[in-house]
C-alpha cells in the first residue's frame, strides 16, 4: 500500500512559475514510477508526466515539454512536478499517482495510487 500526499498548489499568474510535491509512505518508493496528472474543471483527467522509479527515463505530454520538469528524490519519497511559463488553462487540480508498470506510464489504468490532488489556479 502507497499513500500520497500532494502539496504546493496555489494561485499563480499567467507566466509564472510552481513547484508542486507528492510525498509518498512505504519502503518501496523507488519500485514505482511516479506520474501527474491533472484535471481541469469540466474535463477528463490527463496525463502531463511521468518518471521511472531510478530517475533515468522522463515522459511528459506535448502540452508541457519544455515548460514542466518532473524529478525525484528517492530518498526522501518524494517526486516533484516544476511548473513554469503557466497558462490559465492550465487551471486543475494536479493528483500524483504510483504505478508499478513496464508499459508508457501514461495512462490512468496504469496507475494503483493516487494522492487527493492539489489546485493549481493560473489568473491571467
Known amino acids: 500500500q502507497v499513500h500520497l500526499v500532494e502539496s504546493g498548489g496555489g494561485l499563480v499568474q499567467a507566466g509564472g512559475s510552481l513547484r508542486v510535491s507528492c510525498g509518498a509512505s512505504?519502503?518501496?518508493?523507488?519500485?514505482?514510477?511516479m506520474g501527474w496528472f491533472r484535471q481541469a474543471p469540466g474535463k477528463e483527467r490527463e496525463f502531463v508526466a511521468a518518471i521511472r522509479g531510478s530517475g533515468g527515463s522522463t515522459y511528459y505530454a506535448d502540452s508541457v515539454k519544455g515548460r514542466f520538469t518532473i524529478s525525484r528524490d528517492n530518498a526522501k519519497n518524494t517526486v516533484y512536478l516544476q511548473m513554469n511559463s503557466l497558462k490559465p488553462e492550465e487551471t486543475a487540480v494536479y493528483y500524483c499517482?504510483?504505478?508499478?508498470?513496464?508499459?508508457?506510464?501514461?495512462?490512468?489504468?496504469?496507475?494503483?495510487?493516487w494522492g487527493q490532488g492539489t489546485q493549481v489556479t493560473v489568473s491571467s
Open positions: 512505504g519502503r518501496t518508493f523507488s519500485s514505482y514510477v
Open positions: 499517482a504510483a504505478a508499478r508498470t513496464y508499459g508508457s506510464a501514461q495512462l490512468e489504468y496504469e496507475y494503483d495510487y
